[in-house]
């Protein structure tokens, strides 16, 4: 039987694959596995466990492998009857969709941990497997989501300055359409800078959902959702335009 990592990212795949695609059947399917969650407490313990173990991060690599023996305590105590029930209603309903495996090797250590009844012969690769599962908790993250909400706090002198420096210092190298959002942040009318901010925009929108379409990569791809969602409800601002100008731009060049 699958393992409920796999199943869980497969109904993660499914409402990402039918956002993009706007497919109802799917986004039905994701609801019904949530419902069935929230209603059954193991199951949703469970959802919970894989979640601390998957997206919790640490600065200190003790306090990591703390965590991790505690949830792996907590997942060892749930009822095994009903987790089994779960998943085969889940794999029931999922029929006809490929089951997601891409995390397999993350989700066998865990289970490994939870079946695995330690022994001096096995302390060692029960370790291995530990810190194998710490180690993601440990790896700095960057998403391109932060360059869309994070706030500069700059005023438009200071901006303006920068800009000015930017292309002296790169001017030999420096893009058409890097030369025309200064230019338009510096000297542009109002309709000029509302029309390169919508264009921009647009380009950055196009480029999120040709990397939505192209990318296997579950926890990207919603991210990306995230930032796209962010970026159509980002309206153009006069007050806010050197800002987000700036922001938009460095996200569509990280893209």
Sequence with gaps: MSNFGNIKDTFKNLVIEST???DIKGKKLF?????TIKENETLKNQYLI?????????DDKTEAIDFVKENIYLLKGLNEEHINKGNEFFLKILKGNEIVKENQEFYNKITYLVN????PSNIKKINETINFIVNPMLEKEVTTEEVVTESVDLP????????????NSRYSNISESEKEIIKTVLNGSNEDKEEIFNKLKRECIDAIDNKLNESSDLDLKGKLLKVKDKLLNTN????NFKTDIGKIYD?????
């Design 31 to 35: 609801s019904k596995f949530l419902k």
């Design 50 to 58: 894989y979640s601390n173990l998957q997206n919790t991060k640490f």
């Design 20 to 22: 993009i695609k706007k």
């Design 251 to 255: 996200l569509n060049e990280s893209i």
């Design 236 to 239: 153009f601002s006069l007050e």
């Design 116 to 119: 695995t009844k330690k022994t």
């Design 156 to 167: 438009p002198s200071v901006l303006t300055k920068l800009a000015v420096n930017k292309f």
